[in-house]
């Protein structure tokens, strides 16, 4: 789930990192005045005003604009309204003084899946894409794991910074904001924290002048204290681009219901609606009623138990989506999720819609906890089913075939 | 609505009893019996939007006494 640009820097300064001054101003008509009290109550001369938007290129689509005078930042915050960014509006504009650079620095925690434990990556050439400077100027780029069990020290982001040849004041005085930002980083469950560019400025400080946060949706629940206060709403999906009615009802659905999981649905046009989870089993499932040829009408993923209540309300707003005709319910092998509840739950949700299950739903295969329970129920209404003799693979192949006959 | 998927059926010798009804409401995980300080009346009542939600855990068959409290499971 990513953060907007002001809404990582307001975590930021939580953590006492260095920022420079601000305001944010809104995305209505009102902007360019808001702009122009900006820049006068700021006080701190020249500014750079920044479209927020969940999304890089900024800069490149004009998102990004530089003003001397109260009455350029006026102008500037006008100019920027209109511009969308990878399809993405302009939620509102950071007003943030500009300030004379000496020196960016580039540093970004976030998971390495292969060493399965959290990275540091830290270069000496911020400012700029990190890839390109590791492809040109790998000496330029160090890698720091470290552990997200044990006591996390300050030497680790000493090591990161003195690993591409910072020393003296410089290291000294970047190695407690690397170390701050490793520690926000396990604190709130991101998947990504990053800050580019960190610029030493000509009078020796440092300064965060961008920062991109991503936290991992599933701790969500645990960070409600810390989004509320940056005032993120639960109905925000934070996907890459904005969400469509029909995925906002998804995360409604999610969020009416603390059991369990039911929701990070995501809209496709397909017809085949899907009821999947279970262990990385969306994704697999997913690839594979495309890899047979099935059209998906949605992405989801429920899991951890969901109530009857949930299944149901996601399998009706699965149904209510035009052109989707049948849905296929499927997980890998569950231990934490009763497989008899999800089957009264799509059951429930289909006879909800005025649908016949067993005309509705194209497989039901969901082996695991209570599935002796759960068979009895989808023979009672004519669903067909498969244990865990049939793969998730065999399974998706079996409902697409159904969509086709 | 009555559940799609379960019954529970009340005997009448302890529909009345508002200890038993209370002592439902404090152990059902999901919610189905109400009680009494809830407003529902003097004995045991039942919220039927929630009997679908019954995980099956027979904790109200174990604070009634035997057979007084019995969960069908309309699907069998």
Known sequence: MRFYEYEAKALFQKHGLPLGQSKLIDNSSGAPNQARAAFKSLDCGPVVLKSQVLSGGRMKAGAVQFADTADEAGEAAKAILPIEVNGQKCRSILVEEKTPIEQEYFVAITWDGRAKRPVCVFSDMGGIDIEEVAEKNPEHVSKTHFSSILPLTPRIAKEAVGATGVSGSDLNKLAPIVFKLMQIFLKYDLTLAEINPLAKLKDGRFLVLDGHIDMEAEARGNHKALLDELGIGDEETRQGRPPTEFELAGARVNAADHRGVAGNVVEFDGNLGLVIGAGGGSLTLFDAIRDHGGEPANYCEIGGNPSMSKAKELTKLILSKPGVEKIAVMMNVVSNTRVDIVARGVIKGCLEAGKDPAETIAIFRIPGAWEEEGFKILEKYGVDYCDRTVSMYDAAGRAVAKMQS | ?76
Do not use: H
Not at chain 2, 22 to 40: M, Q, T, Y
Not at chain 2, 48 to 75: F, M, R, T, W
């Open chain 2, 1 to 76: 609505m009555p559940g799609e998927f379960i019954d529970i059926r009340v005997d009448a010798k302890v529909a009345k009893n508002a200890t038993l009804a209370r002592k439902l409401a404090e152990i059902c995980p999901v919610s189905i019996f109400i009680s009494p300080d809830e407003g529902s009346g003097d004995g045991i009542a039942i919220d039927e939007s929630n009997l679908d939600e019954c995980v099956l855990c027979d904790l109200c068959l174990q604070a009634a006494p035997k057979g007084k409290i019995k969960i069908v499971k309309l699907y069998e």
